[in-house]
Nanobody, 124 residues
Framework: QVQLVESGGGLVQTGGSLRLSCAASGRTFSNSAMGWFRQAPGKERDFVAAITWSGGNTYYADSVKGRFIISRDNAKNTVSLQMNSLKPEDTAVYYC?????????????????WGQGTQVTVSS
């Protein structure tokens, strides 16, 4: 069992930066792939970024590649998402997710545990 709590969301102007954090509890965190997804009003939940359990591989949606960086610290049971050069279209609720045995990191059904989400709003 893994419990996830996101933090770090807020309001930022276009071009600004935010750093989201996800604190995980549970013995299986270090064995779990971690992902960030986002959902804008009236839209589906979309993949943003993912990182393997070792941190050796990362994956990004094309829309955030080069602007966002995902990282993890297994000693602290945290995963972070550094978001730079933010755009209004990045506005959404951002969710942290954890999964074991993830093969297709882009698909939300691969993840077993989800946080409650944190709101990110980018003003133009």
């Amino acid at each position: 069992q893994v419990q996830l709590v996101e933090s770090g969301g807020g309001l930022v102007q276009t071009g600004g930066s935010l750093r989201l954090s996800c604190a995980a509890s549970g013995r299986t965190f270090s064995n779990s792939a971690m992902g960030w997804f986002r959902q804008a009003p009236g839209k589906e939940r979309d993949f943003v970024a993912a990182i393997t359990w070792s941190g050796g591989n990362t994956y990004y949606a094309d829309s955030v590649k080069g602007r966002f960086i995902i990282s993890r610290d297994n000693a602290k049971n945290t995963v972070s998402l550094q978001m730079n050069s933010l755009k209004p279209e990045d506005t959404a609720v951002y969710y942290c997710a954890a999964g074991r045995g993830v093969s297709y990191y882009y698909f939300s059904y691969q993840y077993d545990y989800w946080g409650q989400g944190t709101q990110v709003t980018v003003s133009s």
